[in-house]
């Protein structure tokens, strides 16, 4: 499935991203879509969570994201 942008997506699985993790299931937008030849990524915007409002950006291939709803 290709996602665009504004889409919303969880994440398919617990996700490291430095210092902090993307628990699986949680759920972002797609900010940005980049087609390569081989491979899409998506730039997805995650909240950080419920005592940081703050959000973390990531680049993630199709197979870390899955449909749902967004925050």
């Not at 937008?29 to 995650?46: H, I, K, N, P």
Request: proline share 3%; charged share 30%; aromatic share 8%.
């Amino acid at each position: 499935m290709a996602y665009r942008v504004g889409d919303r997506v969880r994440a398919a699985q617990a996700l490291g991203n430095g210092d902090r993790r993307i628990p699986q299931g949680r759920a972002g937008r797609v900010l940005r879509v980049d087609e390569g030849l081989f491979r899409t990524t998506y730039a997805v915007e995650f909240a950080a969570g419920l005592l940081d409002d703050s959000a973390i950006l990531t680049d993630l291939s199709e197979e870390n994201l899955e449909p749902g709803d967004g925050w």
